[in-house]
Structures are given as structure tokens and as C-alpha cells.
């Protein structure tokens, strides 16, 4: 069964600072992981979307790399913001296309 | 694109009834739509798969009598608990796939809260 950790559960940045999250799993068979950001109450929104072949995606301040041999990805959020404060999840999925999530980081980023 | 809505957003019910919520997607045709489950400060727990026309298959631990899934349509999917007790009150979520390139990428509902008294 896919285990995934993320490190460390919760952090508070001044603004402008880099924000670095960890994701760690447990099987590397993995078809590919994703990064998502929850908002308290509310639904996931989908950030970056990494293939199994992949070693990283972008998309304007966030980078998420893969590292399927040691079973981690890093999120990276550059100069952040105070929108930027919420739960960040990371889902690896299985080929059978199930989702097994991380319990988050919960990030404060402060003005 | 790729929205995935959910209804009720918010439900309060009595101990013993019976909650349907809807999962909808508005944009696309979800061959498969995924229903979690979040408790608070915990990881979403997936507790089934759906496929358009088929049974639901139900990860182990999930009750299949009490959690019903129906997914007549490529855009709607219900889960209905029922005989609902206070501890099946968490945050429902939906997903659904089928509008990406990306065969595997799963959309996600804004989630129902669900409270049993």
C-alpha cells in the first residue's frame, strides 16, 4: 500500500521568502504525482502534474521535481505571498489510477 | 475547463437519514469519477472508484450498503449514506477523469460538508 509523507506539516514564511515542501512515498511505481492546494473548507485545486518519465514541472513561481528512485518530490514556491497561505497536498498515483494523498503542509506565509 | 461541481455544499442532517450528494462535471465526459473522504487535519481517503454504467469498487473498510454510488451518466455521479451517523460526518470530495490529455489527471469538486447530529 502507497504510503505518502509530507514534511513538514505545517510552516509560516515571511513574505518574499522561497517556500520549500516535501513529499515523500513509500512504492515508486508510480504513474505520477501531483501537487494541489486546498484553501480551508474548500476543494482541491490542481497546481503541477508530474509524469512518471518527468523529473519536473513548472509553472510560473512553482517547480516540482521527482525523484522516482528515492520516492520524493519537492515543491517549490518562489518569493511568496501572503495568497499563497493555505494546505499544499501531494497525491501519488498508482497505475490503476488511484490517488493515495499526504496530509499536507499547511503553510502561513506572513506580510 | 475540466470543472467538476458538487451539491450540496454544506448538509446538516439527523442521526438515521439518508444524504444524496451530486457530482457533476460541467464541461467534459468523466469516463471515472472518484469519491473521498477528509477528516479534519487528515489526508483525503479514497473510498471508491465509479465507472459510467458499471458498480462502484470500494476500497477496503468502505462499506458499499451504507456508502451507495451510482454513476448513470458520463457527467453524474451520487453517493448517497445512509442510516447516517454522527461519525460518518467529514468533508466528501469528488473528482473525475476524462477531459485531460493527461489520461490519469483526476479534476476535483469543492467538496460537501457533512455534519450528523
Known amino acids: 500500500k502507497q504510503e505518502v509523507t509530507q514534511i513538514p506539516a505545517a510552516l509560516s514564511v515571511p513574505e518574499g521568502e522561497n517556500l520549500v515542501l516535501n513529499c515523500s512515498f513509500t512504492?515508486?511505481?508510480?504513474?505520477?504525482l501531483q501537487w494541489f492546494r486546498q484553501d480551508p473548507g474548500k476543494g482541491l485545486t490542481s497546481l503541477l502534474l508530474i509524469q512518471s518519465s518527468q523529473r519536473e514541472q513548472t509553472s510560473g513561481r512553482l517547480n516540482a521535481s521527482l525523484d522516482k528512485s528515492s520516492g520524493r518530490s519537492t515543491l517549490y514556491i518562489a518569493a511568496s505571498q501572503p495568497g499563497d497561505s493555505a494546505t499544499y497536498l501531494c497525491a501519488a498515483s498508482s497505475w490503476d489510477n488511484r490517488l493515495a494523498f499526504g496530509k499536507g503542509n499547511q503553510v502561513v506565509v506572513i506580510p | 475547463g475540466a470543472v467538476v461541481s458538487q451539491h450540496p455544499s454544506w448538509v446538516i442532517c439527523k442521526s438515521g437519514t439518508s444524504v444524496k450528494i451530486e457530482c457533476r462535471s460541467l464541461?467534459?465526459?468523466?469516463?471515472?469519477m472518484f469519491w473521498y473522504r477528509q477528516f479534519p487535519k487528515q489526508s483525503l481517503m479514497l473510498m471508491a472508484t465509479s465507472n459510467e454504467g458499471s458498480k462502484a469498487t470500494y476500497e477496503q473498510g468502505v462499506e458499499k450498503d451504507k456508502f451507495l454510488i451510482n454513476h448513470a451518466s458520463l457527467t453524474l455521479s451520487t453517493l448517497t449514506v445512509t442510516s447516517a451517523h454522527p461519525e460518518d460526518s467529514s468533508f466528501y470530495i469528488c473528482?473525475?477523469?476524462?477531459?485531460?490529455?493527461?489520461?490519469?489527471?483526476?479534476?476535483f469538486g469543492p467538496g460537501t460538508r457533512l455534519t450528523v447530529l
Open positions: 473528482s473525475a477523469r476524462g477531459a485531460s490529455r493527461n489520461y490519469n489527471e483526476q479534476f
Open positions: 512504492d515508486s511505481a508510480i504513474y505520477n
Open positions: 464541461d467534459f465526459q468523466a469516463t471515472t
